[in-house]
């Protein structure tokens, strides 16, 4: 039997068309599949930033305090100087952040070697100090990279536990001072390392910034004796 070569390479030919043409979609479909497949493994998860905002304590190395005590329970203050402290938040996003503030928070004190008898005292926006960051009219507080916002405010020497932190303060000297109109003991205490830790939010979203510092702190009391 004789078969001639022209027709024979024509027929292969529209089996290998067809062929072809019956495997073009299945081989885009998988090349698609692939690409995508490729894409998900190159592209990374997104992820909030951290650390969008630190915070410090501004600088408070010892302090001096006098305070006026009751004479028959010496855990009543009658007066104390102000007690100061500053408050730094920087934002540290190379993003400016803007969204309404929500401005709140606390500093808390207590002797450094028992960290459970704590004082507390609130923050509030009117601990902010006056900034053109935060529009009063809109509410809106605006950071800029690299920007830095600061509270103020005073703490007191009054804990929770209802003593005072001269309570945990040795006692170096007690003097009875006389005067004609009145008389008081004059009490010198020894200098008490105390801890101090703030702690603000500035936005919904944003979790609240912490920072600790310890430093010395000295009293000087002063408790009027009662006439007669």
Request: glycine content about 4%; proline content about 5%.
């Amino acid at each position: 039997m004789y078969f001639e070569p022209v027709k024979i390479f024509d027929s292969m030919k529209k089996i290998f068309s067809e062929a072809v043409r019956r495997l073009l979609p299945s081989c885009a479909l998988f090349f698609v599949l692939g690409t995508i497949a490729g894409c998900e493994d190159v592209l990374p998860v997104y992820q909030e930033p951290e650390n969008i905002l630190s915070a410090h304590i501004g600088g408070i190395d010892s302090v001096n305090v006098n305070v006026r005590l009751g004479f028959y329970d010496e855990n009543i203050l009658l007066s104390q100087d102000p007690f100061p402290y500053r408050y730094y938040v920087s934002n540290d996003y190379d993003e400016t952040i803007q969204n309404s503030a929500t401005i709140a928070g606390k500093v808390e004190i207590w002797p450094t070697s028992d960290p459970t008898a704590k004082g507390t005292t609130n923050i509030s926006l009117s601990d902010l100090s006056a900034t053109q960051s935060y529009n009063s009219a809109t509410g809106m507080l605006t950071i800029d990279p690299n920007e830095m916002l600061w509270f103020t405010g005073t703490m007191t020497i009054k804990l929770d536990n209802g003593f005072l932190l001269t309570k945990y303060a040795h006692e170096q000297s007690r003097t009875i001072v006389w005067q004609n109109s009145s008389n008081y003991y004059d009490i010198y205490y020894s200098p008490l390392s105390v801890t101090i830790r703030v702690s603000v939010q500035l936005y919904d979203k944003i979790a609240p910034v912490v920072a600790d510092s310890t430093f010395m702190i000295q009293f000087h009391a002063m408790i009027m004796i009662p006439k007669g």
